[in-house]
């Protein structure tokens, strides 16, 4: 057995009611609640990320292959169709983690319900296209049996509640076409769907694209373009790339949707860079604790460091004892700070104890999600601060000298 290492774990084995015991318990609560922070900070940051990300490709995708067009409109709604090429669709939904392509078709209109009116963007698709799982919904989907078109449509829950409307309610569409006069459309609210992003719940309904198509006039096979969902947005840009250079031609173009909503993603980015500020303080914090308590068990142990010197025991054997400890009372700390941050994180996952304001932060509570090598880089962290801390208090060490520490008891 490594004779440093069993000194080191004998001595915090023994510290029982006396001062260093103290020192001892005080530096493993405090490296606990280090990790603890550490790992709720970074679970609460991803899991907002994650779900905010969602709730917005769930209903826009990842990536459009649309019209050229310089604005790069959030609204979806372009006034020239291009054609669906089937060639087109096949060739992106052969690439890697594609997994859907649809056509929609968009268009800005006013939908009134009991005197009142909202304007809103009408966005058509076809009975392929489904939520993904940020956006929640009630009632029933869109009916796509009547060989027309479908005259049901799915709102937002704060359309609805302006419009003061429910789930099988009739409302009126009048879609407005420069100084001709509006076409008008009564349909029939087959469900509600709620993302809590004002962006979206604020401004779109869901209709069938056939109904849209009849209102434009065009024919079966005009859309205004293609949305194409990813089973992992890390992958948009490359896939936007690939489809934008290799697949379609001008005057379409690829972009993703974080690219379109550059504005929201750049700000959970900021929400990144405050979290690796949080954690750079916390390290701090871990580094400057662990050094003074353990600067502080050494001047206690003086006597013992003085006798080791005098048996033979070269600096650094006795710079590994106090090593060791480090090493011990890091690993408790990491332990119990595991045990309380992944409890308080279930905790929050399983009955979401912190409400946020939803108009603000687009959900009703705090999100969590935990992804385990990120719990594994803060304990790894952790530990290794734990034990480099220790290497300046070591050169204390040096400075002892066994006949001024050994002469008195």
């Not at 790992?39 to 649309?66: D, W």
């Not at 929640?136 to 049901?152: E, F, L, R, V």
């Not at 050094?291 to 206690?300: F, H, K, R, T, Y």
Request: hydrophobic share 50%; net charge positive; charged share 15%.
């Amino acid at each position: 057995m490594n004779l440093s290492f069993f000194i080191a774990r004998r001595y915090l084995a023994k510290q029982k009611g006396v001062f260093s015991s103290f020192i001892i318990r005080l530096a493993i609560v405090a490296t606990g609640l280090s990790v603890a922070v550490m790992i709720v900070t970074v679970a609460v940051l991803t899991g907002f990320n994650h779900a905010v990300s969602e709730k917005l490709y769930s209903f826009m995708g990842h990536v459009h292959v649309v019209p050229y067009d310089e604005t790069r409109s959030t609204s979806l709604s372009y006034s020239t169709p291009i054609w669906y090429d089937t060639a087109v669709v096949n060739a992106i939904g052969r690439l890697p983690h594609v997994t859907d392509v649809a056509p929609f078709a968009a268009h800005p209109v006013i939908v009134q319900a009991n005197g009142i009116m909202e304007g809103i963007v009408l966005k058509g698709v076809n009975k392929q296209y489904r939520f993904l799982k940020g956006i929640t919904t009630t009632g029933k989907p869109i009916d796509y049996s009547d060989t027309a078109y479908s005259k049901q449509i799915l709102l937002s829950n704060s359309t609805a509640d302006k419009l003061n409307v429910n789930i099988g309610d009739t409302v009126q569409l009048d879609l407005i076409q420069g100084d001709k006069l509006p076409r008008i459309r009564r349909v029939r609210v087959s469900g509600l769907y709620h993302s809590g992003m004002d962006d979206v719940d604020g401004l779109y309904a869901v209709c069938d694209i056939r109904l849209l198509q009849r209102l434009n006039n065009w024919t079966t096979d005009s859309v205004n373009g293609l949305q194409v969902n990813l089973d992992d947005a890390q992958y948009a840009d490359t896939v936007a790339s690939f489809i934008h250079y290799n697949i379609v031609k001008a005057p379409l173009e690829a972009y993703t949707t974080a690219f379109n909503y550059s504005n929201l993603f750049d700000w959970l980015n900021l929400l990144d860079t405050n979290a690796l500020i949080l954690l750079a303080i916390m390290s701090v914090v871990c580094i400057i604790n662990m050094a003074a308590v353990l600067l502080i068990l050494m001047m206690d142990r003086a006597r013992m460091i003085g006798l080791l010197k005098a048996l033979g025991m070269p600096f650094g054997e006795t710079r590994n004892i106090f090593l060791g400890i480090a090493g011990l009372i890091g690993a408790g700390g990491i332990i119990a700070g595991n045990i309380f941050g992944l409890g308080l994180c279930w905790l929050q996952d399983k009955y979401g104890l912190i409400k946020l304001d939803e108009t603000n932060y687009y959900m009703r509570y705090a999100p969590i999600k935990v992804i385990w090598w990120h719990v594994v880089v803060i304990d790894v962290t952790t530990l290794a601060l734990c034990i480099f801390c220790m290497w300046l208090p070591a050169l204390y060490i040096r400075k002892v000298q066994p006949a001024k520490v050994l002469q008195f008891k």
